[in-house]
């Protein structure tokens, strides 16, 4: 459900891009072949809201005192009601890493292309390598779309080459066989292929980092390890900040519940079940909030990101055991 008003307002949004090439259509098939991936965004407010119903109606038919009555105690019951939400989060995390993501990715590249015009002077930015210049709008594995490639000698330009997609191999790039080419020295003997190494900062970007897989995370981080430049530290950190968040995602799901399932517990009287669900949501809410505060902080600090990911998550179990030592 989440999912579905989330695409509504992406469509309405994309609507604004809209053109011969990128119709309604294809607007269609970007919010709908995008929404898998996005949905990671939600897992953790949907599965405590569902926890949150599911316990809540228990409690009204009387269910929960009758476990309690034959031995169950409160933190046990709200463990094995978290089982389908952590079942449902891991499903998910891992369909995202196998499918989903790459489908998102995938998705992004055929709007860029579909879209009329380039991206913004501002968003291209130029590699050099020898006497070779490449720019590119996005790169999924090991596919460049919306290249550029420029081939200087003595402070000269030799050639200009322009492509939709280019293949990377090893320290080769392979060019789309409909690429475009213009020789300032009117040499005609061209070949679809150029040499160039592209370095691992390039590779990937800050708002890219949430959508590459925690293999080729790690990958990376494992990368930029051993460096001290301040830039490959950024980079770490923020690598360190996608990692931890996913990896990490059952277990925040998991304390969400204990804590705000502690709430159910409570006399029907104090509140009602709408009241304790809406305050769950907004929890869920504020606790993401002061994850992301929390790692800002660290990061900019230099301190250990997975502590900052780890903080609301041990504040809240604080409060668990104060919570579940009153009920």
């Given at each position: 459900?989440?999912?579905?008003?989330?695409?509504?307002?992406?469509?309405?949004?994309?609507?604004?891009?809209?053109?011969?090439?990128?119709?309604?259509?294809?607007?269609?098939?970007?919010?709908?072949?995008?929404?898998?991936?996005?949905?990671?965004?939600?897992?953790?407010?949907?599965?405590?809201?569902?926890?949150?119903?599911?316990l809540g109606i228990s409690h009204q038919e009387g269910n929960l005192n009758v476990l309690r009555s034959s031995g169950r105690s409160p933190l046990s019951i709200?463990?094995?009601?978290?089982?389908?939400?952590?079942?449902?989060?891991?499903?998910?995390?891992?369909?995202?890493?196998?499918?989903?993501?790459?489908?998102?990715?995938?998705?992004?590249?055929?709007?860029?292309?579909?879209?009329?015009?380039?991206?913004?002077?501002?968003?291209?930015?130029?590699?050099?390598?020898?006497?070779?210049?490449?720019?590119?709008?996005?790169?999924?594995?090991?596919?460049?779309?919306?290249?550029?490639?420029?081939?200087?000698?003595?402070?000269?330009?030799?050639?200009?080459?322009?492509?939709?997609?280019?293949?990377?191999?090893?320290?080769?790039?392979?060019?789309?066989?409909?690429?475009?080419?213009?020789?300032?020295?009117?040499?005609?003997?061209?070949?679809?292929?150029?040499?160039?190494?592209?370095?691992?900062?390039?590779?990937?970007?800050?708002?890219?980092?949430?959508?590459?897989?925690?293999?080729?995370?790690?990958?990376?981080?494992?990368?930029?390890?051993?460096?001290?430049?301040?830039?490959?530290?950024?980079?770490?950190?923020?690598?360190?900040?996608?990692?931890?968040?996913?990896?990490?995602?059952?277990?925040?799901?998991?304390?969400?519940?204990?804590?705000?399932?502690?709430?159910?517990?409570?006399?029907?009287?104090?509140?009602?079940?709408?009241?304790?669900?809406?305050?769950?949501?907004?929890?869920?809410?504020?606790?993401?909030?002061?994850?992301?505060?929390?790692?800002?902080?660290?990061?900019?600090?230099?301190?250990?990101?997975?502590?900052?990911?780890?903080?609301?998550?041990?504040?809240?179990?604080?409060?668990?055991?104060?919570?579940?030592?009153?009920?």
């Amino acid at each position: 459900m989440f999912g579905v008003l989330d695409s509504i307002f992406i469509f309405i949004s994309e609507l604004e891009n809209i053109s011969n090439k990128y119709n309604v259509l294809n607007i269609f098939k970007y919010v709908l072949n995008s929404m898998p991936h996005r949905l990671i965004d939600f897992i953790d407010g949907a599965c405590l809201l569902g926890v949150m119903i599911s316990l809540g109606i228990s409690h009204q038919e009387g269910n929960l005192n009758v476990l309690r009555s034959s031995g169950r105690s409160p933190l046990s019951i709200i463990f094995i009601s978290s089982i389908g939400a952590l079942i449902l989060s891991l499903s998910l995390i891992i369909l995202d890493e196998v499918w989903f993501q790459k489908i998102y990715l995938n998705s992004k590249v055929n709007k860029s292309i579909l879209i009329e015009g380039n991206a913004s002077p501002n968003e291209i930015k130029w590699i050099k390598y020898n006497e070779s210049f490449l720019s590119f709008e996005n790169i999924i594995d090991d596919e460049l779309y919306k290249v550029r490639f420029i081939k200087t000698k003595n402070k000269q330009i030799e050639h200009y080459i322009k492509s939709d997609t280019a293949t990377i191999n090893k320290e080769k790039i392979f060019f789309d066989a409909d690429f475009q080419i213009k020789s300032f020295n009117g040499n005609k003997n061209f070949i679809d292929s150029e040499i160039f190494e592209i370095p691992i900062q390039s590779k990937i970007s800050f708002k890219n980092i949430d959508h590459i897989k925690l293999r080729d995370i790690q990958g990376y981080r494992k990368v930029f390890s051993n460096s001290s430049l301040k830039k490959d530290i950024l980079y770490k950190k923020h690598l360190d900040k996608a990692f931890y968040k996913k990896v990490l995602l059952p277990f925040s799901i998991l304390v969400l519940v204990i804590y705000f399932g502690s709430l159910i517990f409570t006399s029907l009287r104090d509140s009602t079940l709408g009241g304790r669900i809406v305050v769950a949501v907004i929890g869920a809410f504020i606790y993401k909030l002061i994850q992301d505060l929390s790692i800002g902080v660290f990061i900019s600090y230099g301190l250990p990101v997975l502590i900052g990911v780890l903080i609301p998550s041990i504040i809240l179990i604080a409060f668990s055991i104060f919570s579940y030592k009153k009920i």
